[in-house]
């Protein structure tokens, strides 16, 4: 009986062995997406792009293939598979587009970033502020302001991964159409952060060029007898040299940029306030906050002030844009290295505000300059007492920064013109079409800002505008992808700092165009001076 057990066993036909294909890596909808080979989603810990091997050890023993979807690379042991499963959802368009073609950003690269958009220009009009609500609620509001809007730029950037729904938010109006709905979100969002690009690049022709030509004056000296060239034709310089750098094809490849950017912003902030207050405050300086005729006219014009200090934190619709320059999984998510950016950025930030701000008031009092701030005060009152080296060093700084935030302001508006084409070609832009669209974006700021060139002059309207984009919508994103538990302290803070963001940006609008009504700005539109 053994016997005739073991001949049914030996004459039992061997089974053969077959190569085992390796189980798909990532869920169907992917397999087509043209970022599947450069998303850094779909990468292991150890570099794995999840590929077949070419030599693949056979099994001894034959298997049912596996049949689960979540790839063995990206669920670390324990995870859930679910949210495994959602973190791999990818925008195939994302890969084609500039701020979320290439996504090896790292803290670093969000410090620069980070930095160069939050510091510029608006900050040397902070003590214009002061010459309003005086030494102790001019302080106090500045703190406010600085300490509110580092909050709402931490919720941001918890927002930019929803883990829930399995999607990243890559830029601010895309977050803010999923908080509103599509028809709110736009708008709300499309005009204030379309001005914070559009508006911000003409802003930085008008200053940058006006720069360059005093910088020209004070390297020629009164010996210079080359025929100078008008400010139209130093805003076509200025333009012309923009263009040229903004040739470069995505967010991370300007990250050099930035950084050149960010040393250049720090360089001439701390060097107008560190001269002005090294020369001593001006004879018969006064503090005394300006009171305008009737207690109208005065609330108005405080509230003027504090839309001028709202203007000077600007830079919150690109945070999440720079956020989406990092790779990202479920172990290792992109808010960890970016808020190790921004703290860092805004402690810098925070370093070169205060000082300026507080300086500069304490310097120049109610003779600063409203058109201009800190840098028209120095050449007003120190243009003899100050070495032309010192001069031309902080011009050719104010230069150099407004060239490098044209590029990162600018990318925002590069993206959405380069996504209107490759959702109806269904393909990426060809590099000279995208040169075209960033020409004429640079040409379109250029004829804005010869057409209205007092346009920097309306800071306190312009931070008003913008004021709901860093202090209020945060808040109501957070309360709707995070829901907070009811009447919890997180839930009464958002509600309350989101309902206050929208009053105030309302107030502000309101009180800036009647300050400039009442007291009237230099119009002169296609006359640049």
């Known amino acids: 009986m053994a016997e005739a057990n073991n001949k049914e066993i030996n004459s039992a036909p061997i089974t053969p062995r077959t190569m085992v294909s390796p189980p798909v890596s990532c869920?169907?909808?992917?397999?087509?997406?043209?970022?599947?080979?450069?998303?850094?989603?779909?990468q292991s810990e150890n570099g794995d792009d999840g590929q077949p091997h070419p030599k693949t050890k056979t099994p001894k023993t034959p298997r049912t293939p596996r049949m689960s979807l979540t790839p063995r690379f990206i669920t670390p042991l324990g995870s859930p598979v679910r949210?495994?499963?959602?973190?791999?959802?990818?925008?195939?368009?994302?890969?084609?587009?500039?701020?979320?073609?290439?996504?090896?950003?790292?803290?670093?690269?969000?410090?620069?970033?980070?930095?160069?958009?939050?510091?510029?220009?608006?900050?040397?009009?902070?003590?214009?502020?002061?010459?309003?609500?005086?030494?102790?609620?001019?302080i106090i509001s500045l703190t406010i302001a600085f300490v509110w809007q580092l909050y709402t730029l931490w919720l941001l950037v918890h927002l930019h991964e929803s883990v829930e729904q399995g999607i990243r938010y890559c830029r601010y109006l895309?977050?803010?159409?999923?908080?509103?709905?599509?028809?709110?979100?736009k708008l709300l969002g499309m005009f204030p952060i379309l001005y914070l690009s559009a508006g911000t690049c003409t802003t930085l022709i008008i200053i940058g060029a006006t720069t360059a030509r005093t910088f020209y004056q004070v390297v020629c000296g009164d010996s210079c007898t080359a025929k100078p060239m008008t400010t139209v034709e130093w805003y076509l310089v200025f333009t012309c040299a923009a263009v040229v750098l903004s040739q470069l094809p995505n967010l991370n490849s300007i990250a050099g940029i930035s950084l050149v950017g960010a040393v250049t912003a720090v360089g001439y902030c701390t060097s107008i306030w560190a001269v002005s207050?090294?020369?001593?405050?001006?004879?018969?300086?006064?503090?005394?906050?300006?009171?305008?005729?009737?207690?109208?006219?005065?609330?108005?014009?405080?509230?003027?002030?504090?839309?001028?200090?709202?203007?000077?934190?600007?830079?919150?619709?690109?945070?999440?844009?720079?956020?989406?320059?990092?790779?990202?999984?479920?172990?290792?998510?992109?808010?960890?290295?970016?808020?190790?950016?921004?703290?860092?950025?805004y402690t810098i930030i925070a370093a070169c505000l205060f000082p300026l701000a507080i300086g500069g008031y304490w310097a120049y009092g109610q003779l600063i300059p409203a058109n201009g701030g800190m840098l028209t005060a120095l050449y007003q009152f120190h243009s003899r007492d100050v070495s032309r080296f010192v001069l031309g060093f902080v011009s050719i700084f104010v230069v150099v920064n407004a060239l490098c935030s044209f590029q990162i302001y600018g990318m925002p508006a590069f993206d959405d013109m380069e996504s209107s084409y490759t959702k109806r070609m269904k393909k990426p832009c060809p590099w000279w079409l995208r040169s075209i669209f960033r020409v004429i974006f640079g040409f379109v700021c250029f004829f804005i800002g010869v057409a209205i060139p007092f346009l920097s002059s309306l800071a306190g309207l312009?931070?008003?505008?913008?004021?709901?984009?860093?202090?209020?919508?945060?808040?109501?994103?957070?309360?709707?992808?995070?829901?907070?538990?009811?009447?919890?302290?997180?839930?009464?803070?958002?509600w309350f700092l989101g309902t206050l963001g929208m009053a105030l940006s309302g107030i502000l609008v309101a009180a800036s165009?009647?300050?400039?009504?009442?007291?009237?700005?230099?119009?002169?539109?296609?006359?640049?001076?």
């Open 27 to 42: 869920p169907p909808s992917q397999l087509h997406s043209p970022s599947l080979t450069r998303s850094p989603l779909l």
């Open 83 to 138: 949210k495994a499963l959602r973190f791999t959802k990818l925008d195939p368009q994302d890969a084609w587009l500039p701020i979320t073609e290439s996504r090896n950003g790292n803290k670093y690269y969000a410090a620069f970033h980070t930095l160069c958009s939050g510091i510029g220009i608006q900050a040397l009009v902070l003590p214009v502020a002061f010459t309003i609500l005086g030494w102790t609620w001019g």
């Open 174 to 185: 895309q977050l803010c159409c999923a908080t509103f709905g599509e028809k709110m979100g």
């Open 277 to 345: 207050v090294a020369q001593g405050a001006l004879p018969g300086v006064s503090y005394d906050p300006v009171q305008a005729g009737t207690s109208a006219q005065n609330a108005f014009t405080v509230l003027n002030a504090l839309g001028i200090i709202a203007f000077a934190f600007r830079g919150h619709n690109l945070i999440l844009e720079i956020q989406s320059t990092m790779p990202s999984s479920e172990k290792h998510p992109s808010h960890v290295p970016m808020w190790k950016g921004v703290k860092v950025s």
């Open 462 to 494: 312009i931070g008003g505008v913008a004021l709901p984009v860093t202090l209020a919508y945060p808040s109501f994103m957070w309360l709707k992808f995070k829901k907070p538990k009811k009447h919890s302290f997180m839930w009464w803070l958002n």
């Open 513 to 529: 165009i009647y300050v400039i009504v009442d007291t009237g700005i230099n119009v002169s539109f296609f006359n640049p001076q």
